[in-house]
């Protein structure tokens, strides 16, 4: 399976964790036999397990300002595995034929989860 940029995946959160230290929920999603590990602020909002929704990945903002929306730089890629970081806050994701996009590159993150 080749997911095209840009990336979009409905998922689901499957667990929420807290970080001892910091103000973080750490938020695991799937979407298959893809998983995605997220820092999440909490004062933007809670994320409760079980909910659904879509992740969308993109080299230019989202036209739609729904959801959680995340702006950062692409730490590493391969087909395999793909981390973000948000300045500070990151974003893995790890399953079989993932796009690509290039090291370096500024993307933007949209968590748009159902009610």
Avoid: C, H
Avoid at 36 to 60: M, V
Avoid at 62 to 71: L, T
Avoid at 90 to 109: P, R, S
Wanted: net charge neutral; proline share 3%.
């Amino acid at each position: 399976m080749s997911v095209l940029i840009p990336m979009e995946l409905e998922v689901l959160v499957d667990k929420v964790g807290k970080d001892p230290l910091f103000n973080l929920d750490i938020v695991e999603l799937r979407s298959g036999n893809i998983t995605i590990t997220l820092d999440f602020p909490r004062e933007i909002g809670a994320i409760r397990q079980k909910e659904k929704g879509k992740l969308l990945i993109s080299k230019e903002a989202p036209k739609e300002k729904k959801g959680y929306i995340f702006s950062g730089i692409v730490y590493k890629s391969s087909k395999n595995e793909l981390q973000i970081s948000f300045y500070g806050l990151w974003m893995k994701i790890n399953g079989e034929g993932l796009e690509e996009f290039a090291q370096g590159d500024k993307v933007y993150v949209q968590l748009i989860l159902s009610e």
